[in-house]
């Protein structure tokens, strides 16, 4: 098992969650809940980057998954994520020393596993207030608020292009042996999708910042 945030080693997980967050031990062994999962996380924009979640979002910024098709529970799409990259965790209850799934990226949507740790509930809060008083740069003084910067980033990535969208295969070639041309043109288009989709989630990640000097909004 991949080593915890922090070095903080995972809960045992209880047969029944009492309070707080959703008990997931269960979902986490079901294989079409990690594809229904994945297939919402794009991840296009690389390693380092942040990746946005392109399901259901949360009134708090937060993606949101239904498990067990209608009238199911309801997952938040991080701490699903988190278990399915380091381990099923015992739910804790909604107190001030909770541990919760922190984004060290600000970006409340994203799926990237490198961008999450361990905090307690009371920390998440401080660090939440803190990191806001940074400046224009962080996602946290976007004017649109959590939830539509949330919905503005996936909205513009699938409508740049379809997702998932998985990269055209080949079978392998003689020395000297040309790719077909059906091949080489859904190569092509599909290149030209990624890029599509890579400017779309740039340009809505940027941050709306009004200019009362200027009287117009521009891009920061």
Not at 84 to 111: K, N, W
């Amino acid at each position: 098992m991949t080593e915890l945030p922090l070095g903080l080693p995972a809960h045992d997980p209880p047969a029944q969650a009492t309070s707080g967050e959703l008990d997931l031990s269960a979902w986490l062994r079901d294989d079409s809940v990690r594809a229904r999962y994945y297939a919402r996380v794009y991840d296009e924009p690389g390693p380092r980057a942040c990746w946005p979640w392109l399901g259901a979002i949360s009134s708090s910024g937060h993606g949101e998954l239904q498990l067990g098709g209608r009238g199911g529970p309801v997952a938040k799409a991080h701490r699903l994520g988190f278990q399915i990259a380091y381990g099923p965790l015992a739910p804790t209850p909604p107190a001030r020393f909770a541990l919760v799934v922190m984004h060290t990226c600000d970006e409340h949507s994203c799926q990237n596993p490198a961008h999450w740790q361990w905090a307690t509930s009371g920390d998440n809060t401080r660090d939440y207030y803190q990191r806001g008083k940074l400046g224009v740069a962080s996602p946290l003084n976007d004017p649109r608020g959590r939830q539509a910067r949330a919905m503005a980033i996936r909205d513009a990535v699938k409508a740049a292009g379809p997702w998932p969208d998985e990269q055209p295969s080949a079978t392998a070639l003689r020395p000297g042996e040309a790719y077909p041309e059906e091949y080489v043109d859904a190569f092509d288009q599909w290149k030209h999708r990624k890029a599509a989709r890579l400017a779309a989630y740039r340009e809505a990640i940027a941050l709306p910042i009004w200019q009362e000097e200027a009287g117009q909004l521009r891009l920061f």
